[in-house]
Every structure is written in C-alpha cells, then in structure tokens.
Nanobody
C-alpha cells in the first residue's frame, strides 16, 4: 500500500521561503511519478509542480521561477522548494503519486491515485 506523508508547511511573510517534503512508502522501486497540488479555501485543487518517472519536471505558470520540485530517490522523498512566496500561494498543499501519468498531464489531479493528508501553507502580506 502506497503511503504519502507531507511535512514542512507553516506560516511565513510574503517574500519568504518554505520547503515542503513528502515521504513515500510502498513502492518497489524509485521510478514513479509525483506531484504537488494545492487547494485554497473556496477554490478547486490545482496542480503546482510534478516530476515524472524519468525526472522531467513541469510547473504551473503561477509558480514558474519561484518553486522548484525535486526528488531524492534514495530517500523516496519529494520536495518543493518555495521561494518568493506570495499571499496567493496560501493553501493546503498535497502530495500525490502514481506509477504512471499520461504524458503532458502530470499537473492533472485525476492522473494520481495516491494522496497525502496535506500540509498548510499560509503567506501573510
């Protein structure tokens, strides 16, 4: 059974940084897809960043140049380095994973069957 556990959320002022982590367990090897999604109050969940089986990354336009996704295969851990945070980045952030995602669709939540419980990020102005 695949399990995902996020950590690293918190409260920061605008312009600050946070690093989120997502520890994965239950996979037999390191080749699987992972992504970060977020959901703000009253809004739909949206894809933020993703990394596929081959290490190719993708980002939402709203975070390009500010957020960096990375994966440590030895630790089975996904990271999201978030810099230059803005109040509009405030949301619950979720880690998602699956063995395969459709090419070009890594930021779509219906591509993933496994989800973490979420970690809250709050950015104040």
């Amino acid at each position: 059974q695949v399990q995902l556990v996020e950590s690293g959320g918190g409260s920061v002022q605008a312009g600050g940084s946070l690093r989120l982590s997502c520890a994965a367990s239950g996979y037999s090897d390191s080749r699987y897809c992972m992504g970060w999604f977020r959901q703000a109050p009253g809004k739909e969940r949206e894809g933020v960043a993703a990394i596929d089986r081959d290490g190719t990354t993708s980002y939402a336009d709203s975070v390009k140049g500010r957020f960096t996704i990375s994966k440590d295969n030895a630790k089975n851990t996904l990271y999201l380095q978030m810099n230059s945070l803005k109040p509009q980045d405030t949301a619950m952030y979720y880690c998602a994973s699956d063995l395969w995602v459709t090419s070009g669709s890594a930021l779509l939540q219906n591509e993933y069957n496994y989800w973490g419980q979420g970690t809250q990020v709050t950015v104040s102005s």
